[in-house]
């Protein structure tokens, strides 16, 4: 939620692209989907947009954060279903990036009741795509880095829970 309000704060680069963000909030989303149960990882996505949107956001911001959110994050569960060997952290990350834009401009064309709102999406896969590369690449560094997440990562490879489904 913090890097969240903090990335409020800085000016994003791309003034083509209005709307665009780093997204470096998903840095937590993305370990929590490496680190935890699929239900408490949920949670933690529910909990940070809610909490985020209520500490400076207005309905709008819901809606399209909520959106993109969920999406995103469904696509990266599904995505990480298919394992390590073929599909990397960074893909995954890369997925949820553009997944993210396509659950806000599918809330954006039902609020503007049109659809040409999705023209914007080529230009916002393309940010979307990159910002999870840099998303991904983080949070590798981080697995490989910090001792508690490599941990925690081990651990919920190898809990019983996992193993049963």
Not at 18 to 43: E, H, Q, R, W, Y
Not at 45 to 67: E, I, N
Not at 94 to 110: P, T
Not at 128 to 139: E, M, Q, V
């Amino acid at each position: 939620m913090i890097i969240g309000l903090l990335e409020r704060m800085i000016p994003f680069p791309f003034a083509f692209a209005p709307g665009a963000k780093l997204g470096l909030s998903n840095i937590i989303t993305l370990v929590s989907l490496f680190t935890m149960p699929v239900g408490d990882s949920f949670l933690l996505m529910s909990m940070r947009l809610l909490l985020t949107t209520l500490l400076g956001g207005t309905v709008a911001t819901f809606m399209y954060s909520a959106a993109g959110a969920l999406l995103s994050w469904l696509g990266m569960l599904l995505i990480k279903q298919l394992g390590e060997k073929r599909v990397s952290m960074i893909g995954i990350s890369a997925s949820g990036g553009i997944l993210f834009n396509v659950g806000q401009l599918a809330v954006a064309s039902l609020v503007a009741q049109s659809w040409t709102v999705m023209l914007y999406l080529p230009i916002l896969a393309v940010i979307g795509i990159l910002a999870g590369i840099a998303i991904g690449i983080t949070a590798n560094f981080l697995f490989e880095h910090v001792d508690t997440l490599s941990r925690l990562r081990y651990d919920h490879q190898h809990s019983p829970e996992r193993n049963q489904s």
